[in-house]
Each structure stands twice: as C-alpha cells, then as structure tokens.
C-alpha cells in the first residue's frame, strides 16, 4: 500500500481533485415529457462513482434527491464502461421542471 502523508493512495486520489474535473449544476440530456425518466450527462461524460466518496448528485427543481431511494445510476455502454446516465425511480419530470446534476469526472474524462 503507498501511502501519501499517512492517506492510501485511493484516499488521496478521492481527496485531491482538480477544480477542472468538476461540473456543478448541469442539465441533464433526456426529454422532460411526463413520461422518461432516463437521462444522461451532456456529451455522455462519465462520473465518478466511487461510495462513499464521490458520486452524482440530482436535484429535481431545487430539492436534492437520493441514490437508491430516488435514482439510480448506470453505465450506459455496459458495465466497465463508466457512469454516464441516472434512472429516476420518483415521478418523471415535465417540460418545466428542472434536473440538475453536480458531479466529479470519472477517470479517463476530462
């Protein structure tokens, strides 16, 4: 194990993250019609999915919603691939409302 300043190489890697890699308050691409709950980061980038360090997080017009109780995430060209796309399990949005994501890029993005 390589240690950093006492921290595994994995927790330093968790805990020091370029202020580029970060995307805050991004529309998700996916039709807002009553019916999809589908939706996918723009240009399908990947996010980190790391629990319990780093993951997406979705607000549904300001109120934050929670992994595996209200979404949750995939890898839409298969497993390995990277997180891209989030899959809502509470009622799918309309054209007015509003999905945002705040989110880290996953390894190999950016």
């Not at 968790?14 to 580029?20: H, P």
């Not at 992994?67 to 691939?81: F, I, K």
């Not at 796309?85 to 509470?90: M, N």
């Amino acid at each position: 194990m390589y240690l950093l300043n006492g921290l595994s190489l994995q927790l330093a890697q968790q805990l020091f993250i370029a202020a580029d890699r970060f995307r805050v308050g991004q529309n998700l691409v996916g039709p807002r019609d009553g019916i999809n709950v589908t939706f996918m980061t723009p240009g399908l980038e990947k996010f980190a999915h790391n629990l319990p360090f780093l993951d997406i997080s979705l607000y549904l017009n300001g109120s934050r919603l929670h992994l595996l109780n209200d979404y949750l995430v995939m890898e839409s060209q298969g497993a390995g691939t990277g997180f891209d796309t989030v899959q809502l399990l509470v009622p799918p949005p309309r054209m007015d409302d509003h999905l945002l994501a705040d989110y880290v890029l996953g390894v190999g993005d950016g």
